[in-house]
């Protein structure tokens, strides 16, 4: 597709569930990024891929938060054991060339998690 | 600790008003300076600024940087209802590969 896409664009799940929520960048971008955006507040950084190589994961804010992308494409962002300081929105950016910050990112629809 | 700040945090003004809006960083080895729109979907890029006193333009949109005392500001011209949106600043270091934003700037523009 021509943007960044990203799936479901909502889930709702009960505290305790595990969640995967997918995104599917630009093709051909080196460089995937996962954001957390809380209500009322900026993005925050949780991980980037360099192709299948993640090389940052150091925004993820515990052990119950995993990201990957296997083939250097679609990448996956889990959270297992949910709780409901994890509501938010989840945003995933992909930019043309490695290091991210010397080309702009692009930027999904973002997934809204809500934790009941 | 990178940090942006944004200001104001929200603005409400008449189509056809000009507003500026602020942005302010600290980072650490500082690379870009980019401006995002945020409806209610995406945030979409606007401009990515690298060096000083360049003024960036797009339609009604500007923007400048200045290196020396770590600022942005974005600004429209004829507002029109369609400009209202959250405006994202956002800045990139050499340091990281991520991009640290600000919490936004809430734009309301009357008919």
């Known amino acids: 597709g021509a943007g960044v896409s990203q799936s479901p664009r909502y889930k709702v799940a009960k505290r305790g569930q595990d969640v995967a929520l997918r995104c599917d960048p630009i093709s051909g971008h080196v460089s995937l990024f996962w954001y957390q955006q809380a209500l009322g507040q900026g993005p925050e950084f949780l991980t980037y891929f360099q192709n299948e190589a993640q090389l940052d994961k150091s925004g993820l804010p515990s052990d119950r938060f995993f990201a990957e992308r296997p083939e250097g494409s679609v990448s996956t962002l889990k959270i297992q054991r949910t709780q409901q300081e994890d509501s938010a ?14 080309q702009p990112q692009h930027f999904g629809d973002g997934t809204r998690l809500s934790i009941l | 600790e990178d940090k942006v700040v944004q200001s104001p945090l929200s603005l409400v003004v008449h189509e056809g008003d000009t507003v500026t809006l602020n942005c302010s960083y600290e980072v650490t080895n500082f690379r870009s300076l980019l401006w995002y729109k945020q409806e209610k979907k995406a945030p979409t890029f606007l401009f990515m600024l690298t060096s000083s006193g360049i003024e960036k333009k797009s339609g009604r949109l500007s923007s400048i940087l200045d290196k020396k005392e770590l600022f942005s500001i974005l600004n429209i011209t004829a507002t029109q209802t369609g400009d209202s949106a959250i405006y994202l600043c956002a800045v990139g270091s050499n340091a990281g590969n991520m991009l640290t934003f600000g919490g936004g700037t809430r734009l309301m523009v009357k008919p």
């Open chain 1, 89 to 102: 929105v989840y945003l995933c950016a992909s930019s043309t060339g490695p290091g991210g910050i010397g």
